[in-house]
Nanobody, 125 residues
């Protein structure tokens, strides 16, 4: 059973930066894909980024490309989401999720089996 714990959210002014962490316990992440998603009030859950631990393949949503960077620390079993040039539209509850790697890096949230509790990111204008 994979357990995920996000941290690093907070309140920041537009143009600022935050780094989110997703720490995993249970099986090692080496055979998993980790995704980042966000959900703002009244909106659907939205794909942000995903990384395959085995291949290092990374995908980003167009809305965050060039501003957000996902990385991993194998020794710590942790995935990071570095968020720069934050905008008020980035305000949301951010979740990390995981699923076993099956040769593809999925973007659809329903394809992920394990979820963290979420961490709030608020960007003021």
């Amino acid at each position: 059973q994979v357990q995920l714990v996000e941290s690093g959210g907070g309140l920041v002014q537009a143009g600022g930066s935050l780094r989110l962490s997703c720490a995993a316990s249970g099986p090692t992440f080496s055979n998993y894909v980790t995704g980042w998603y966000r959900q703002a009030p009244g909106k659907e859950r939205e794909f942000v980024a995903a990384i395959s631990w085995r291949t290092g393949t990374i995908y980003y949503a167009d809305s965050v490309k060039g501003r957000f960077t996902v990385s991993r620390d194998n020794a710590k079993n942790t995935v990071y989401l570095q968020m720069n040039s934050l905008k008020p539209d980035d305000t949301a509850l951010y979740y990390c999720a995981a699923r076993p790697y099956d040769g593809s890096v999925r973007r659809r949230w329903a394809d992920y089996d394990y979820w963290g509790q979420g961490t709030q990111v608020s960007v003021s204008s």
